[in-house]
């Protein structure tokens, strides 16, 4: 069950012990397509009422399987102020080619025509393989409010043709895949959204201040020791459930076990992992 309380502990960890004023709700880390209607409302709220005046944006995931819901999370989150919202393609009947899916997110972000609104680009868990690139093509005509990408994929040949039409800058391309994110960054990413920023936010926040500089020797050695925790733990077996335990055991605050399908991370694993994260030597002495 959700666990409304700890999110205000949640808020203050981020901002005070991570430097992380952005937050993503109801996305995949938080398991958003598993909670019903009513939770993703609760917990949008819960988000919006204690981010307040602590967090810069609050964007909200308003994706689900079928539009009526996607309609009804976009005017809640409206309601509410959020900065934002997102939407994940549909995965279970998908669309096929751009006009389809340009045409579902059209009519989600029609009823939220004041916020700012982002396509959730994830194809190795929706199956929707149409390129961003392809998708951007004269979609603020169709969308007024389309604001960018949270990219989720390893294709940085898409990321790289998007930037490259992006000439203005009037859209935004928030990278998704944390072990690439400096690949990203190097290709014109201008922002991140990803799980290991809730424990991993303030060795990544100083990487994006090494790549700004520029100081691409002390970014790369951020991303490397990024990578070679994922490394590790990826073969472990990684998902939603072990992320969890890594922020519980990194933060102290409980983030409790994953719904069904998922199962909890083993106690083996949480071990293993901890003493992984523990062992690594970041470039700032910590």
């Given at each position: 069950?959700?666990?409304?309380?700890?999110?205000?502990?949640?808020?203050?960890?981020?901002?005070?012990?991570?430097?992380?004023?952005?937050?993503?709700?109801?996305?995949?880390?938080?398991?958003?397509?598993?909670?019903?209607?009513?939770?993703?409302?609760?917990?949008?709220?819960?988000?919006?009422?204690?981010?307040?005046?602590?967090?810069?944006?609050?964007?909200?995931?308003?994706?689900?399987?079928?539009?009526?819901?996607?309609?009804?999370?976009?005017?809640?989150?409206?309601?509410?102020?959020?900065?934002?919202?997102?939407?994940?393609?549909?995965?279970?009947?998908?669309?096929?080619?751009?006009?389809?899916?340009?045409?579902?997110?059209?009519?989600?972000?029609?009823?939220?025509?004041?916020?700012?609104?982002?396509?959730?680009?994830?194809?190795?868990?929706?199956?929707?393989?149409?390129?961003?690139?392809?998708?951007?093509?004269?979609?603020?005509?169709?969308?007024?409010?389309?604001?960018?990408?949270?990219?989720?994929?390893?294709?940085?040949?898409?990321?790289?043709?998007?930037?490259?039409?992006?000439?203005?800058?009037?859209?935004?391309?928030?990278?998704?895949?944390?072990?690439?994110?400096?690949?990203?960054?190097?290709?014109?990413?201008?922002?991140?959204?990803?799980?290991?920023?809730?424990?991993?936010?303030?060795?990544?926040?100083?990487?994006?201040q090494a790549?700004?500089?520029?100081?691409?020797?002390?970014?790369?050695?951020?991303?490397?020791?990024?990578?070679?925790?994922?490394?590790?733990?990826?073969?472990?077996?990684?998902?939603?459930?072990?992320?969890?335990?890594?922020?519980?055991?990194?933060?102290?605050?409980?983030?409790g076990p994953?719904?069904?399908?998922?199962?909890?991370?083993?106690?083996?694993?949480?071990?293993?992992?901890?003493?992984?994260?523990?062992?690594?030597?970041?470039?700032?002495?910590?």
């Amino acid at each position: 069950k959700i666990n409304l309380p700890v999110i205000r502990q949640y808020v203050d960890y981020l901002v005070n012990e991570q430097n992380v004023k952005n937050i993503f709700v109801n996305g995949t880390t938080g398991e958003g397509l598993s909670l019903s209607i009513q939770e993703r409302k609760q917990l949008a709220e819960e988000w919006m009422c204690q981010g307040k005046d602590k967090l810069d944006h609050v964007i909200i995931h308003v994706g689900a399987l079928n539009l009526p819901e996607c309609q009804e999370l976009a005017r809640h989150a409206a309601a509410i102020g959020a900065d934002g919202i997102a939407v994940i393609a549909p995965f279970f009947f998908k669309p096929t080619n751009k006009d389809e899916l340009v045409a579902f997110l059209q009519k989600v972000a029609s009823e939220a025509p004041e916020v700012p609104f982002y396509y959730y680009h994830i194809p190795p868990l929706t199956g929707v393989k149409v390129r961003v690139e392809e998708l951007l093509d004269g979609i603020k005509a169709q969308i007024p409010t389309f604001q960018g990408v949270k990219f989720s994929d390893t294709d940085l040949l898409d990321l790289a043709q998007c930037i490259h039409k992006n000439e203005t800058g009037e859209f935004e391309f928030l990278y998704g895949v944390d072990e690439q994110l400096l690949s990203a960054l190097a290709v014109g990413a201008n922002g991140a959204v990803g799980s290991t920023y809730n424990y991993l936010g303030r060795q990544t926040n100083l990487m994006l201040q090494a790549f700004a500089k520029p100081d691409f020797a002390l970014a790369q050695q951020y991303q490397f020791l990024t990578g070679e925790f994922l490394n590790f733990v990826i073969k472990l077996g990684f998902g939603v459930a072990q992320t969890k335990a890594v922020m519980t055991s990194v933060s102290g605050i409980p983030m409790g076990p994953p719904r069904l399908p998922l199962v909890a991370a083993s106690s083996e694993f949480i071990i293993k992992a901890k003493a992984k994260l523990d062992s690594i030597v970041w470039p700032n002495g910590d």
